[in-house]
Every structure is written in structure tokens, then in C-alpha cells.
């Protein structure tokens, strides 16, 4: 038999459940009118404006972030191990690949591997200072006089400057002998950080972006062409370039740029050797050929060929390498890839490919974190150079692209390039400590 429902009991437990609901859920009926001048208090600014007081926010909470005490982070210990290794790993391979020619030169055979591991423990000293003892957002305001400084040693190297191997890129201040190019690059990714910071509301207006490009890249790379040093004035051209993408032109202009790069290219390997630049239509030449010219521009080029060739999978064992017994120029130093594939072979290159990757992969990570956008496009243009500079070598020991004097980071041989890029990895860890959790992490 069906339970008979109460009426009164009912219309009880329905009031119950009326009195537990959200005063909006009782009524469905008309909403109660709304008092103009309290919504209109509460307006909120859409479009353009919006954007602009959005940015204004972000401004203020970095500015408030920049001068108040910051809550260090520990480093980041997997880019922090990977830097290390890469390092002790290059300390290791210029003592092989260099001490035949070390004793040639100076008669020892540790020569070059003491002084590397001078400028190695100088360098991390520098990577100290600037990871733990400087805050990053402080050297903004430096950005300007650092570039003018650089811009003055690059003029100082055209008019007294040391001549090694035809080209003249080093000054000497006393005892001290450095390649203001080295600092250049930095200098110029500091710009470049600063002005897409400064002008984030106008980076797709190709005028602004250009311009600021201008400022960063033209004297600098002015300069290096007078020295000559086309292979870092490409380096610097794509780094800024790169940053410039990233700081906001946006699509509608950078794949046209890209697409005029591609055409100077082409134009390049057709008629390379039209250019009216001795050095450069010959090694060009040297380039489409190699093995017609071995005996004079393309010998450095074969001579690496034959030591990757020879290499094999797993190469003929470490310190093993013919070709350093002065038969490949520069062994120790630009070329210090091709000892790597004879000694260690396809393996040892592809797992020294594979810190490069790890290490970049963990620099974006790091920017991805950065507390402001300084830091941000800072970590980016660092990481960007550091990858493009490992291309560039893979790319000259292999022929894949002429010979263009690209170091390889952390392996070959070289002072200032080694400190510099360790200054520059202190900047990375200092922006790794400042990290935001990520919840707070702003939109870049």
C-alpha cells in the first residue's frame, strides 16, 4: 500500500531546505535593482585599457619586488651539476687535444691546461659573484654604460690591437690580454633585455623593435667587421635577433625577416665567391671543395674530416688522437670537436650534444620562472647564444657551413670567451634563486 504523504510535514522539510540555500538560489524571480553609482565605482577597463593598467600592475609589483629584501631559492641544482660537468669535461679534453702542440709551443706539455684552469677558476669565481652576491635586476640601470664601455673597447681593438692569425681582435691592458668581443655579446643581450622590457606595449610595432635592434646590433657589429669577426658579428645578429622574437614582434613581421635571412643565404652559397673580401670568397671556395684545396685553405677543413672519419663509434681512446700531433690547426682550440670524435667517437660527441640540450632545456625552465621579464628574455638570450654557438661549431668541423672561428662553450680553449661565459651562468643562477613560485609566476 502507498505511504501517504503529509502535507504540513512536507511544505516544513521544504522550508528547511529553502533556509539552507544561497540567498540567489531562493528566488527565482526578478533580480532587485542595481544602484547606478556603486557599479559604476566598480567599472572595470576593457580593450586597450585594460591591457595598459594590467601592465602597470606588473610594473609596480616589480619595482616593488626589485627594492624590498628578496626571499633567496636555493639554485637550480640540475642546470648548476650540468655547467659542471661541462666544464670538467672541456678541462679534460683541452689537456688532450692540446699538449702536443703545448709542447711544440712552450715545451710542456700542461701549458695551455694550466692557464685554461686559471681562467676556469677565475671564472667561477665570477659565477659566484654574480649567482650569489649581485641581484641581477640591479645591473639593469648598468645595461647602458656596460654596452658604451664595450662599444669603446671594440673601437680601442681597430687601433691597438694585437694581431694573432690575421685578424685583430685582442687589446692588451698591461699584462692583461683579453677579446672585448667576448663581453660584446653580454652587453648586447643585456640591451636587448632591457629595451623589449622597457617597450612591451610597442614590440610589435615594427618600427619600435627595429629600432631598438638597431641601438644593440649595428655599431657593435660595425665594429667587428673592421676587426675581422664576421662569426661573432652572426652570432650577435642571430641572438638579438632571436630575443627580439621573443620579446613580442610577434609573427607578422618575423617570419618575412626570416625569409630575407633565408634569401641572403642562398645568395651566399651561390655566389660566395663574388664577395670582394679576399678571406672570405676563399674560404668559401675552400667550402665547396675541401679536398682541392687540402693543401691550402681547405687542409684545416680535411684534416678535421679525417679525425671525425677516424674516430669511428667509439672513438680510438682519450689522448689516442693522431690529428693533434700537429696535423690539425687549432686542435685545442675551434676544432677541439673534431679531437673529441677521433678520441671518443660518435658517442662522445652525441653525449656532449646531449649535456648542450639538457642544459638549455633547463635554462628555459628557469626563465619560464623568472620573477620579471628581465630576467626572463636575460636567461633566454643567454641560453639562445649558448645553443647557437654549439650549431655553428658542430656545423664548421663537419663542413656543413665554411669555417667561421666559433668556439665551442666550455671545451675550447680561450680566457676571456671562458670567463665570460661563466659571468653569464652566474646571471642564470642568480635569476634561478629569485625564481616566483608558480603560482605567482607572471605571463611573459
Known amino acids: 500500500m502507498a505511504n501517504k504523504v ?76 650540468l655547467v659542471m660537468i661541462l666544464l670538467l669535461f672541456g678541462l679534460v679534453m683541452v689537456f688532450s687535444a692540446s699538449y702536443a702542440q703545448s709542447l711544440e709551443d712552450n715545451g710542456s706539455a700542461s701549458y695551455y691546461f694550466t692557464h685554461q684552469l686559471g681562467f676556469a677558476v677565475f671564472g667561477l669565481v665570477c659565477m659566484f659573484v654574480f649567482g650569489y652576491l649581485v641581484n641581477y635586476y640591479y645591473l639593469k640601470k648598468w645595461t647602458v654604460l656596460f654596452y658604451v664601455v664595450c662599444l669603446i673597447l671594440l673601437l680601442a681593438v681597430v687601433f691597438f690591437g694585437e694581431e694573432t692569425n690575421n685578424a685583430v681582435r685582442w687589446i692588451r691592458i698591461g699584462s692583461i690580454r683579453f677579446q672585448p668581443s667576448e663581453f660584446a655579446k653580454i652587453a648586447v643581450i643585456f640591451f636587448m633585455a632591457r629595451w623589449c622590457e622597457n617597450h612591451r606595449n610597442r614590440m610589435k610595432n615594427l618600427d619600435t623593435a627595429l629600432l631598438g635592434f638597431a641601438i644593440a646590433v649595428v655599431p657593435v657589429v660595425g665594429l667587428l667587421a673592421l676587426q675581422p669577426h664576421f662569426s661573432c658579428a652572426i652570432l650577435i645578429v642571430a641572438t638579438a635577433f632571436i630575443m627580439l622574437y621573443i620579446g613580442g614582434i610577434g609573427n607578422k613581421w618575423f617570419w618575412p625577416i ?20 679576399d ?8 667550402w665547396k671543395n675541401p679536398a682541392m684545396y687540402q693543401q691550402g685553405t681547405g687542409y684545416q677543413t680535411m684534416q678535421s674530416l679525417m679525425a671525425l672519419g677516424s674516430g669511428g663509434l667509439f672513438g680510438v681512446g682519450l689522448g689516442n688522437s693522431r690529428q693533434k700531433q700537429l696535423f690539425l690547426p687549432e686542435s685545442h682550440n ?23 640540450a ?39 668541423v663537419t663542413n656543413a657551413i665554411p669555417v667561421t672561428g666559433m668556439a665551442l662553450p666550455f671545451f675550447s680553449y680561450g680566457g676571456t670567451a671562458l670567463v665570460a661565459q661563466l659571468a653569464e651562468i652566474g646571471v642564470v643562477l642568480n635569476i634561478s634563486r629569485q625564481a616566483r613560485p608558480d603560482e605567482n609566476n607572471i605571463k611573459q
Open 279 to 286: 678571406y672570405i670568397a676563399n674560404r668559401w671556395t675552400a
Open 258 to 277: 626570416v625569409g630575407l635571412g633565408g634569401i641572403a643565404v642562398v645568395m651566399f652559397i651561390c655566389f660566395g665567391d663574388q664577395i670582394p673580401v
Open 358 to 396: 639538457l642544459l638549455i632545456w633547463r635554462g628555459v625552465v628557469i626563465a619560464r620562472k623568472a620573477r620579471d621579464r628581465f630576467g626572463f628574455l636575460l636567461v633566454i638570450g643567454i641560453m639562445a647564444k649558448i645553443a647557437l654557438q654549439v650549431l655553428l661549431n658542430l656545423a664548421v
Open 6 to 81: 503529509d502535507p504540513k510535514r512536507h511544505k516544513m522539510q521544504t522550508d528547511r531546505e529553502e533556509s539552507r540555500r544561497p540567498h540567489t538560489q531562493k528566488s527565482m524571480g526578478a533580480e532587485p535593482a542595481r544602484d547606478p553609482k556603486r557599479h559604476a565605482k566598480q567599472k572595470v577597463p576593457s580593450g586597450k585599457n585594460r591591457v595598459v593598467d594590467m601592465d602597470r600592475l606588473i610594473e609596480a609589483k616589480n619595482a616593488d619586488y626589485a627594492t624590498r629584501t628578496v626571499d633567496y631559492n636555493p639554485v637550480d641544482a640540475t642546470f648548476l651539476m
Open 334 to 356: 675551434d676544432y677541439i670537436l673534431s679531437i673529441v670524435g677521433e678520441e671518443l667517437g660518435l658517442f662522445g660527441i652525441l653525449v656532449i650534444l646531449l649535456l648542450f
